[in-house]
């Protein structure tokens, strides 16, 4: 079956550079998480999405953006980033009106250096 | 507002002992429950959830949870553990028909299983 998607699955970036995250849920499924990992830490809420619009936000730095496309994959924008930014970028989806679990991603390790 | 609380940062088992990860909740409606694994450097993996219905729900790998409504609990278990159940587990929560609410998390509980 299909599962979540992310790419890239590492990512290495200086301080005050971009990066773009990218999700591609399973197919069908009308939400979108994006989690932060931080070394040995829960994962943290960023934003969610339900069926393209913007649902939720939870704390999401104001230097960071996301958005869901008409494919409905999903990407986190991340500018001037910081060291403190660098951890484990998950993605889950769900289907939200057969009120299933959220499937995450393999996720995407960001270290800013 | 949910909330979630694993009291424990570690748990220590033998192998074929059985196992408890403690988890407590809070949401103001009702509480649609998980549990989840991660191995390092890997995505969390779905172990089980509880919606309604039996109390005690079963899950992947031999993993069962106990649904407590009045102690607002739901304790992971697993009767003889297995050095491959090493990991660390995540207590989560959303509210279950409050409109699209994430997933809340506990700080997670690393499990240490002995040969």
């Known amino acids: 079956a299909a599962g979540v998607i992310q790419s890239p699955r590492h990512l290495i970036k200086e301080k005050r550079e971009t990066a773009t995250l990218k999700c591609y849920p399973i197919p069908r499924h009308d939400t979108v998480y994006w989690y932060q990992q931080g070394p040995g830490q829960d994962p943290q809420f960023l934003i969610s999405f339900y069926e393209k619009m913007q649902s939720d936000k939870g704390s999401i730095p104001d230097r960071f953006s996301a958005q869901q496309f008409s494919d409905y994959h999903s990407e986190l924008n991340m500018s001037s980033l910081e060291l403190g930014d660098s951890a484990l970028y998950f993605c889950?989806?769900?289907?939200?009106?057969?009120?299933?679990?959220?499937?995450f991603g393999q996720g995407t390790r960001l270290t800013v250096v | 507002a949910q909330s979630v609380a694993q009291p424990e940062d570690q748990v220590k088992v033998a192998e074929g002992n059985p196992l408890t990860v403690k988890c407590t909740y809070s949401?103001?409606?009702?509480?649609?429950l998980f549990w989840y694994v991660q191995y390092p450097n890997r995505g969390l993996q779905f172990l089980l959830k509880y919606i309604t219905g039996d109390n005690l729900v079963k899950g992947s790998y031999g993993f069962e949870a106990e649904f407590n409504k009045s102690q607002t609990s739901f304790h992971l278990k697993k009767p003889s553990a297995l050095v491959s159940d090493s990991a660390l587990y995540f207590c989560a929560v959303r509210d279950l028909y409050s409109g699209n609410t994430p997933l809340v998390f506990g700080k997670g509980t690393r499990l240490s299983v002995i040969a």
């Open positions: 889950a989806s769900l289907d939200r009106g057969k009120n299933t679990e959220a499937f």
């Open positions: 949401v103001s409606g009702n509480p649609y």
